[in-house]
């Protein structure tokens, strides 16, 4: 007998990291600047193509025909040319650094730097005249970019560490990227670093900057970076990240027939502002616009996977098909006008999202971390999924259904013919009308949704029946998760060595990290054959948590499987942590709660 993979994808978790290498491409100059400098001291090295791209792009300018390629990079010159680089034009408030004068040459770098929140001080000052090391450059790069933390190195550097702890997750990302190489084995995090050595940084990581309004059907192979308004991008693919920078400003970015191998990073724009068409392909989109309304509008069938509303971000607009949309960010609003939704999630505290009356979503899930939700539906929502206090539901569409878990205390649903499920542990919920909500029970608002009607008690296994959340995890982590919820949904029936009946198994995607075994023969003792061993490797499992300890999952280890699964029929232990690394997927860890039914 063999039981069948699914079964076991119901527990498997893992981590891998994922990194892209740069794609070398000769930079096509898209400046409106019709004539380039010349500097007397420009070296003829490994930093030559680095510094000429630079000046080409308005970054390095220098002074009295001179590049000073050697000089050190101060911090008030690492913010001019971050600012530069990304088009920024709006200044934050920095009153209360006490070293940036109203004179200073460098205060509107330092105020746009600040406001695109990749620089910040300390103690009331930004010590704009020292030198910066290596390690604080390559964590302001890191933010602009918009790059999620990473845990490892894919290489070995013999003073990692020497690398201080808020600069570490995001050095790990810019080499796993490919962004960063080192010299001899080293990092040199502590050092100071040249006008040539940033050259040659950015240089590895944006190979064009599209900076006059125009219709484009041809790009550099590399990350690319449109920092002016009135943009098309046609008939192109874009072999990296898509930049939209802070010199788009108000202005509108049109996207048609593009596909996108990387990332689309939305950092300018307004509210008529992303335009996306035609056949365009695009895995992820970040918005991190940081002063103002940004949008994104999908037509024409154009595909987007992925769009995760940053927490630096501000209000957001978004028409079209999404598959998915994560709120990171606190404290904003989301409008969705005219969108087809599958998923979304809200991570970020006291945020908003609307849904208008065109605007259909099939599942919205309120994380615990995400206190202080409201939710206005005026279109349909098919599920709610509630584990935040303080939640909201309001508005004249339909929802048909909302879970309110444990954790999402005073919570309130006013959406009229809603049916609310509330877990037993949850108090403070109130319906239509303010009309209370006990725990442990299923009720419906009225047509109107000003009452409550229909209260029943809801059926609940005597058996821990919690969702195990577990750790918070990376954007990287979620997708995998999700990959993995979504092949492990359905029904796996179990089947002893006789090809009797034992056990069902049920892993509802909606339920992330809950397994319900419906056991139907309590004699069940044991499962013969390797099939089990077979499909666990084939999904990738490296590692199980049993009998204490991290069991590495090698040939010939069936019997851990066999142990695995006797247990959890026979209704001990509920609880089991597993490892894998799914092809094209990170790792993570994740334990999983198993709700036993004995139905014998």
């Known amino acids: ?79 001019t040319l971050i600012v530069r680089a990304f088009g920024a034009t709006k200044e934050g408030d920095i009153e209360r650094y006490t070293d940036v004068g109203e004179g200073d040459w460098f205060r509107g770098y330092i105020a746009k730097a600040y406001q695109m929140k990749v620089i910040q001080g300390a103690d009331n000052k930004m010590n704009p005249n020292d030198p910066i090391t290596r390690q604080e450059v390559f964590v302001v790069i890191a933010r602009a970019l918009k790059l999620e933390p990473e845990k490892a190195f894919n290489k070995t550097f013999e003073d990692s560490g020497e690398i201080a702890d808020w600069a570490d997750g995001e050095i790990k990302a810019l080499v796993n990227k490919g962004y960063i190489q080192g010299s001899d084995g080293k990092l040199n995090p502590k050092g100071q670093i040249t006008r040539a050595e940033f050259a040659q940084a950015f240089y590895n990581i944006i190979k064009q900057y599209i900076s006059a309004e125009g219709e484009y059907e041809q790009v550099a192979d590399g990350n690319i970076m449109i920092n002016a308004p009135g943009v098309t991008l046609k008939n192109v693919t874009v072999k990296g ?72 971000s501000e209000d957001v607009i978004i028409e079209g098909q999404v598959d998915k949309i994560l709120i990171e960010a606190p404290n904003i609003t989301v409008t969705a006008s005219k969108a087809e939704i599958d998923t979304v999630e809200i991570y970020g505290k006291n945020s908003t999202i609307i849904l208008d009356k065109d605007t259909t979503v099939k599942t919205v899930t309120v994380a615990e971390q995400a206190a202080g939700v409201k939710i206005q539906a005026e279109g349909k929502i098919d599920t709610v999924k509630v584990a935040a206090p303080g939640t909201k539901i309001i508005g004249t569409g339909k929802v048909s259904t909302v879970e309110v878990q444990k954790g999402a205390n005073n919570t309130s649903i006013e959406t009229p013919n809603t049916e609310i499920t509330v877990d037993k542990e949850v108090t403070g919920v109130t319906g239509g009308g303010g009309d209370p909500i006990s725990g442990g029970t299923t009720v419906s608002n009225d047509d109107k949704g000003g009452a409550v009607i229909e209260e029943k008690e809801k059926d609940i296994p005597d058996k821990d029946d919690e969702d195990d959340e577990g750790p918070s995890m990376s954007r990287e982590e979620r997708q995998s998760r999700d990959a993995f919820n979504e092949a492990a ?15 069902t198994v049920v892993y509802d995607k909606n339920r992330p990290y809950r397994v319900t075994v419906t056991v ?77 039914i004995m139905d014998v």
């Open 1 to 79: 007998m063999r039981i069948k993979r699914k079964f076991f994808s119901v527990l498997l978790v893992a981590i891998m990291v994922m990194s892209m290498l740069p794609i070398a491409a000769q930079a096509l100059n898209t400046n409106e600047t019709s004539e380039i400098p010349t500097f007397s001291d420009m070296p003829d090295d490994w930093s030559t193509v680095a510094l000429e791209h630079a000046v080409e792009n308005g970054l390095l300018q220098g002074a009295d025909g001179k590049i000073m390629p050697n000089d050190k990079l101060t911090r008030a010159q690492m913010a």
């Open 241 to 312: 990240d898509l930049i939209i920078g802070e010199g788009v400003g108000e202005g509108e970015v049109t996207l048609e027939d593009v596909d996108i191998t990387g990332r689309m990073v939305v950092r300018g724009g307004g509210k008529d502002s992303i335009v996306i068409k035609g056949n365009s392909k695009i895995t992820v989109v970040i918005l991190a616009r940081a002063d103002g309304t940004v949008s994104i509008k999908v037509q024409d069938g154009a595909e987007i996977t992925e769009i995760i509303v940053e927490d630096s």
């Open 489 to 503: 949904h359905g029904t796996t029936v179990i089947l002893d060595g006789q090809d009797e009946r034992v056990a």
């Open 520 to 596: 139907e023969k309590s004699d069940y003792e044991s499962i013969s054959g390797t099939g089990i061993f077979n499909d666990l490797t084939e999904a990738g499992v490296e590692k199980v948590y049993l009998r204490g300890s991290w069991i590495e999952i090698e040939s010939g280890s069936a019997d851990i499987f066999l142990e695995v699964a006797k247990n959890i029929v026979m209704g001990t232990p509920t609880t089991f942590n597993f490892r894998i690394k799914p092809e094209n997927h990170v790792e993570f860890e994740q334990r999983f709660t198993v709700v036993i």
